[in-house]
């Protein structure tokens, strides 16, 4: 915990979540770009059968998530001794050079390599920033301390992506790219310039962080976050394509859609932080819930301009008010694997990406519509309510075992109940 005052604390936690912002630019900017970066990059398939040609380039954003999912335990096992402030600005180093690979790179096999190494940092940077603000808020507070961090992402879809994607619709999607570099640029000096640092801790290691991968229950937490959160990406990849050409609006009303998810997310990633303080399974079943809920609404008025805005709304609100509680409960059950553990957080929801793109370009690549990935993402988050309860009951049968193998104050270990006779 550090001792700051409350100007260099609001300080710290603006620099950390300024490394959300631009990371939040990063990973979804594409989402909005994907009919520009296909028309550039695969100009033969997109003029030949321009659906076909948006779903291959969903592929950069399955390659982005699947750089968070190698990066995110690999950095933060192999980095657990590390100095955590200089840590992290090494991986803003590596955000920089990535992203700027990004604009320049000249074809599209060469780019999707470039979205894998981009994605690399993003896991270890969100849970290494999230343990740094979790001491900085202090004691019982480490909910809030993570959403604050998480709330610079859920800002970059109010105001960054749909900035990014007003430009790179206008000056070109490199352009966009080069911009999202100068973000990273800027928050490594915010980094070096307020975030305190902190004494290396001397008992981590790699194995002590890998042993994580054995306790059953942090397969679990990922799981539930992985499939629950492939329903709101299998929507979100495509939402450019829906607002065209399902609702039929132009493609300048996307940035607009854009910015309302991103309302959507900054409320609910504040909601979240502090429901997840009070009860992080009462969190995540509620936000899986809803999150049904916003996806039935999307595709059953997504035909409507109405619909569309009120369904962007409930999808960001929903599908950030989880990542608290999600990080939370896999820091708890990950013992003394805290790096690894909220880092792996981002491996989760980042497989969730990939899975939901993925499979929502599949189905629109059949011929299935822009609104078939919709209903997979109601199917994929039913499956993570099923892993949420899964989990839970693990964990009541755990409790029960323990309880009946604990010391009885005046006979020793129960091994078995007694019949009364």
Sequence with gaps: MFQLTPARRALSLIALALGGFAIGSTEFVAMGLLPNIAAALLPT???????????????????????????????????????????????????????????????????????????LPHGAYFGIASIVAGDIMGPGKRGKGIAMVLLGLSVAN??????????????????????????????????????????????????????AFRVPQVWLVMGLGAVGFGGFFAVYSYISPLVTNVTGLSESVVPLVLVVVGLGMVVGGVLGGHLADHSVKR????????????????????????????????????????PPAVQSRLMD??????????????????????????????????????????????????????????????????NRRAALSAPHPTTGPITSPIPLV
């Design 45 to 119: 398939q997109y003029a030949a059968n321009p659906d076909a040609g948006i779903a291959h380039a969903g592929w950069l954003v399955s390659a982005y998530a699947l750089g968070v999912v190698v990066g995110a335990p690999t950095i933060a096992a192999m980095s657990a001794k590390f100095p955590r402030k200089g840590l992290l600005m090494v991986l803003l180093v590596g955000f920089v050079v990535a992203t700027i690979a990004s604009a320049l790179l000249p074809s599209f096999g060469l780019v999707l390599v470039a979205r894998f190494v981009a994605g």
């Design 158 to 211: 109010v105001i960054g992506v749909p900035a990014i994607t007003f430009i790179g619709q206008n000056a070109g999607w490199r352009v966009a790219y080069g911009v999202v570099a100068v973000l990273f640029a800027a928050t490594f000096f915010a980094v070096s310039a307020f975030v305190p640092r902190s004494a290396r801790d001397e008992h981590a290691s790699i194995g002590r962080e890998l042993r």
């Design 283 to 322: 969190t995540i079943y509620v936000g899986m819930f809803a999150l049904i809920g916003a996806l039935l609404v999307t595709v059953l008025t997504a035909q409507w301009a109405v619909g569309v805005f009120v369904g962007a709304f409930l999808l960001g609100a929903t599908s950030s008010a989880i």
């Design 333 to 398: 059950v990950a013992g003394d694997a805290k790096t690894i553990a909220a880092a792996l957080n981002h491996s989760a929801f980042n497989i969730g990406n990939s899975l939901g793109a993925a499979l929502g370009g599949a189905v629109i690549a059949a011929g299935f519509g822009f609104v078939a990935p919709g209903w997979l993402g109601i199917v994929l988050a039913l499956l993570g309510v099923v892993m949420t309860s899964i989990s839970y009951a693990v964990e009541r049968r755990s």
